[in-house]
């Protein structure tokens, strides 16, 4: 056999034994995998310092292979990070068990009980790049949703990835579960990814969460049906009544706060109308904190401003880098999001209810916020424990995508003895 062939064979084997798996978990009590995730929990807290030696590996991995310094910040976890991923697996665990909910039900003068309840998709093949926490967030949704997933990380988080599926696994044994449940493609090569893109037989659905380059190769290549999960390029907007001390503090903390996710604000639109007040403090905010601020033509007489290019609207910069412009009002910022945003989270800072009420109404992005940093855009921000990326595609799932999003429904018809005239 080939290489091409045994990565093909590797690939089915995963596949049908998430198949097999999957059949199990779509009817596992709650309380089992509540207790995987918990045991899970434990694991990861008791093998911390194992995950930071694995992890340590990883960075040497990521620096050798060139990464940004965005990039080797989402790669990186310490004691502090790797609790946080013990806390996500944790509140996912205190879930509701979205399987079996019903969803909506009602009675037809047939005779009939219709329910509509939620039922697992299946297998879910989850491929992203450098964050080691998404193969512990991932695991764990899937897991609590009823679904087994197949995690084909980034390479340069083959290590950590590895060390957290296994404690995922741990809790799979103590509660009795499948370890198939959640499995991780054991191999650096690309041709995996290819493979797993095309397992229509085994596999229900591929999250891609990463960059344009990867979402862009996993639209075009799969036969497997995608969430989509692309850029964020994330805005926000200074209102013509914006409170001076709400723009500032939101705008620091939107783009500066962690600058390499994908709620990191990309685009930062000010109303003609406070350029020289509120704009002018909060451009010398952003300079001032260290971002490089690619400015059009007027916001270029600011000291430190950069002359922004057209490539950089439209751009995830993921680095302390921000374009910024000049609109002349609301429907100008709307019209610019429309042109050059990718769906995903837009943010207006405005006193004026009706400017909010507008900017709600006229833009379509998966998450539309005012007065707060697109840094929320997050499923442990909207309380789902934790999530399994954003969606930006609009069949669905949209936005960020928790266990109650990883399930579809099935319907539930009671008779007796009922007939069609």
Not at 153 to 160: D, K, M, R
Not at 303 to 310: R, T
Not at 329 to 356: F, K
Request: charged content about 25%.
């Amino acid at each position: 056999m080939n290489e091409k062939s045994d990565i093909q064979s590797m690939m089915t084997a995963l596949g049908a034994a998430a198949r097999g798996a999957a059949a199990q978990l779509a009817y596992a009590p709650s309380e089992a995998k509540r207790k995987a995730l918990e045991v899970a929990a434990d694991t990861v807290e008791a093998r911390a310092a194992e995950i930071v030696a694995a992890n340590a590996k990883d960075m040497e991995f990521g620096r050798d292979k060139g990464l940004s310094a965005a990039m080797l910040d989402r790669l990186m976890l310490d004691e502090g990070r790797i609790a946080g991923i013990a806390t996500g697996l944790r509140a996912v665990a205190a879930q509701d068990d979205p399987v079996g909910q019903v969803i909506a039900e009602w009675d037809m003068e047939s005779g009939l009980h219709i329910e509509r309840v939620r039922t697992p998709l299946g297998v879910i093949g989850v491929i992203y790049e450098s964050r080691p926490n998404v193969t512990a967030d991932a695991g764990a949704l899937c897991l609590k949703s009823g679904n087994a997933v197949i995690l084909r990380g980034g390479s340069e988080s083959f290590h950590s990835s590895g060390m957290l599926v296994d404690c995922l696994k741990a809790g799979l044994r103590a509660a009795g579960l499948p370890e198939a449940a959640v499995q991780l493609v054991p191999t650096r090569d690309r041709a995996a990814v290819r493979a797993l893109l095309t397992m229509t037989d085994y596999v229900d659905v591929i999250v891609p969460r990463g960059g344009k380059g990867l979402v862009g190769l996993v639209q075009a290549e799969a036969r497997v049906p995608v969430f989509a999960h692309l850029e964020g390029i994330c805005h926000v907007y200074v209102d013509a009544a914006a409170d001076p001390e709400v723009a500032l503090k939101v705008v620091l903390n939107a783009k500066t706060r962690r600058t390499g996710i994908c709620g990191a604000a990309e685009c930062l639109l000010i109303h003609s109308d406070v350029m020289d007040t509120i704009g002018q403090g909060v451009v010398r905010a952003l300079v001032d904190a260290g971002v490089e601020v690619r400015g059009d033509k007027i916001l270029q007489k600011i000291e430190g401003v950069v002359p922004a290019s057209v490539e950089d609207w439209g751009r995830e910069f993921l680095d302390m880098i921000i374009a910024a412009k000049v609109v002349d009002d609301i429907d100008g910022a709307i019209d610019h999001i429309r042109t050059y945003g990718s769906s995903h989270t837009e943010s207006i800072l405005t006193e004026d209810d009706a400017a909010a009420a507008r900017f709600f109404q006229r833009l379509d992005s998966a998450i539309l916020m005012r007065n707060a940093s697109t840094q929320f855009a997050d499923g442990g921000e909207f309380g789902m424990g934790a999530e399994i990326g954003i969606a930006t595609g609009k069949l669905h799932a949209r936005g960020p995508v928790g266990a109650e999003q990883l399930t579809s429904f099935k319907y539930l018809v009671t008779g007796q003895g009922t007939v069609r005239p």
